[in-house]
């Protein structure tokens, strides 16, 4: 239903930075959280960065202080600023929405994703 397409990746070498960029064809404001995963190579899909529906972020250790997450309501548009890459940064990336809400008295959760993004980053 809700469609997530994301933009902004790309190859860059070391030291270096791009912004990624996640649309959403409904507001964003309508999801408890809204983030961003990544999948290495050989590795398991984990969490980067997450922004929750009040404004507080969390991040992955790996990325703290390199990595940040903003959004811009009016566009329905989330972002990942990430400066300083290194070649261990080298996945895709995934934007995903949360939803948490109750239906007739049961909790629900559901959760949305983008196409994926290619981030690679030389040495």
């Known amino acids: 239903q809700v469609q997530l397409v994301e933009s902004g990746g790309g190859l860059v070498q070391a030291g270096g930075s791009l912004r990624l960029s996640c649309a959403a064809s409904?507001?964003?404001?309508?999801?408890?959280?809204m983030g961003w995963y990544r999948q290495a190579p050989g590795k398991q899909r984990e969490l980067v960065a997450a922004?929750?529906?009040?404004?507080?972020?969390n991040y992955a250790d790996s990325v703290k202080g390199r990595f940040t997450i903003s959004r811009d309501n009016a566009k329905n548009t989330v972002y990942l600023q990430m400066n300083s890459l290194k070649p261990e940064d080298t996945a895709v990336y995934y934007c995903?929405?949360?939803?948490?809400?109750?239906?007739?008295?049961?909790?629900?959760?559901?959760?949305?994703w983008g196409q994926g993004t290619q981030v690679t980053v030389s040495s």
């Open positions: 995903n929405g949360h939803e948490g809400y109750y239906s007739q008295g049961d909790w629900r959760e559901y959760d949305y």
């Open positions: 409904a507001s964003i404001v309508s999801f408890n959280a």
């Open positions: 922004m929750r529906s009040g404004g507080s972020s």
